[in-house]
């Protein structure tokens, strides 16, 4: 017991040190943050903190920000959150899947707090949702991978095996399957969001086993770092990671929060804010393309046409028939495509994936 | 067996900044202390290490760096558990938690910058053997080095006289000093061994592994060093078999997945830690028959005067 009140205790501590110091003033809008790592991890944090810092710059002294990193995700979570409620934060964005519930919790505690938290499904009155449609890049990625790959088999870091990271992964290779109907992936699931060490590990068993390309849905930019000491081509993860691989980072899905923060807290200034689930595409800038480097003009060509077509709403990655690995068509739910909420919730590999899912 | 090379050097990589880690806090916990701070000491070795390498250029300033850092950041534990003598886990735990935030604010300068890492052996002639070459003749320093301090620190112990008294300070503090031995300052170097050891390892990261710095880099391997300690139950030898298994198998698993075994990835992930678990307590009970903690460990000593 004496452990975890230690333990308790320290965390607290730990929380109350890192809040980011502001002046409070009566007549501004405190628009709070929680984030999920440190600000400077050049990844998912990071992303939201320089739109943090965009929302500053655009409305200066009508509002006032704070942020708490390093927030755990669970029951730390709930407190972290209701400490910002407390501190008079009007607009509260949580910034990771994990803080879903405990979100829902301090929302229906106080009714006239606004929350918006990114990446769930869960909404209430006060709390809304917002996410990317980061499948688009990936089809994206996937024609690139293809046709850099010489021996057409691409490494894939996934951190875990959730809806959002396996459709980005059928998405890839329905991608690729247009360029060379026989691509093959090779996945290796990190378990983690966040290690480089094991991360740059994953990268290099991946090349180690015959794979050309590497891909990764993991935070830290350590996969790119060794393909660019191997001499691989290698795409970003949600920031732009060229410093790290000059000569080989074809793109990169980098998250740009900003126009929607800039919007959620202009509603909310006009009185206007209401509880809505917003899923960006590639239309709405929430998330976009790292330039196209590093590929042959013909391949560039292709992919910014790629994007054209998608931000026009002229090509959905999963239009139907999307067929599973094992060959079973899966039924179509959304008109031509897969509908919003199977994607949302896909637990199945395309065809052409030859692995087995964790825990199927 | 290209392929068994690549996954032995990766193991190399892997296991060393785990056996650097636990060898410091071996010797620390043999003297009797129990410091918590591994993880907290690493990761301010990393940043600091890393942004020396980074302003000079050099590696090995890096790593020297790296060690004054973690060395500082133990004399901060030794001042309250020590001198103070407030319990140990406490003051353990805040270091970790002290060095988390440190680190951060040390690299923030540094976030994102690039540098080339620890250069590897290369004899002509030697490292170009056929599948040993590169393993055996073609590591970077701190792999020697990794494997030369631990040799060192099983001769210290267990052949030298001043082994055989830090080692009686960690048994029974009382009777260490009343046969006259100094117990608070051979623990408080005991203490500084392990965190010039600790800012050693984290320093290894972004010099020979990754080579850049992000906050939180370290992301558990101190506190994976030190259950390696107790596994391997305060010996040397087997701190040698627990830090390679460890990394052996992660490595392995990752391979597994790669060729695509269909086990699930959640059960490999947890593999390593059970692998070396198994291992390690399987070869105490057969060799001890129990436990080989130093009777003193965590507790705090105030000598009478």
Known sequence: MRKRTFLAAATALFLAGSIGSTAWAADKLKVGFIYLGPVGDLGWTYQHELARQA????????????????????????????????????????????????????????????????????????????????????????????????????????????????????????????????????????????????????????????????????????????????????????????KFGPKVQLTSVMDTWAPYYISRVKAELDGTWKSEDTWGGLDTKMFQMAPYTNMPDDVKKMAEETQAAITGGKLQPFKCPVVDQDGKTVPCEGGDHLSDKQILSMNFYVKGVDDKMPGK | MELAEAIILSVLAASTPLLIAATGELVAERSGVLNLGVEGMMIVGAACGFGAAWLSGSIFVGALCGIAAGTLMSLIFAIMALGLAVNQVASGLALTIFGIGLSGLIGAGFVGERITSAPHLYIPGLTDLPVIGRIVFGEDAFVYFSLALIVGVWFFLYRTRSGLILRACGDNHVSAHALGYPVLRIRLFAVM???????????????????????????????IALALTVFASWRPGRLVIGAYLFGAVTILQLHAQGAGIGIPSQFMSSLPYLATVIVLVALSRARTGGSTAPAALGTVFVPDR
Not at chain 1, 72 to 89: C, F, K, S, T, Y
């Open chain 1, 55 to 242: 929302l500053v710059k655009e409305f200066g002294d009508k509002i006032e920000t704070t942020y708490l990193e390093n927030v755990p995700e669970g029951p730390d979570a709930e407190r972290a959150i209701e400490q910002l409620v407390r501190a008079g934060n009007k607009l509260i964005f949580t910034t990771s899947f994990g803080y879903m519930d405990p979100t829902l919790k301090v929302a229906k505690k106080y009714p006239n707090v606004h929350f918006e938290h990114c990446s769930g499904y869960k909404r209430d009155k006060n709390m809304a949702t917002y996410s990317s449609r980061w499948y688009q890049g990936r089809f994206i990625q996937g024609q690139i991978a293809a046709k850099m790959s010489k021996d057409g088999v691409l490494g894939y870091i996934g951190s875990f095996p959730i809806p959002e990271v396996i459709s980005g992964i059928n998405a890839t290779m329905l991608g690729a399957q247009t360029v060379n109907p026989n691509i093959k992936v090779k996945i290796i699931w990190a378990n983690t969001w966040f290690d480089p060490g094991k991360e740059a590990d994953a990268a290099k068993a991946l090349l180690d086993q015959g794979a050309d390309v590497i891909m990764q849905h993991t935070d830290s930019p350590a996969a790119m770092q060794i393909a660019s000491e191997r001499g691989k081509p290698a795409f970003g993860q949600d920031s732009e990671m060229i």
């Open chain 2, 193 to 223: 061994f392990g965190g010039a050891c600790a800012g050693l390892a984290g320093a290894y990261l972004p010099l020979a592994y990754t080579p850049f710095f992000i906050p939180g880099m370290t992301a558990g391997r101190g506190w």
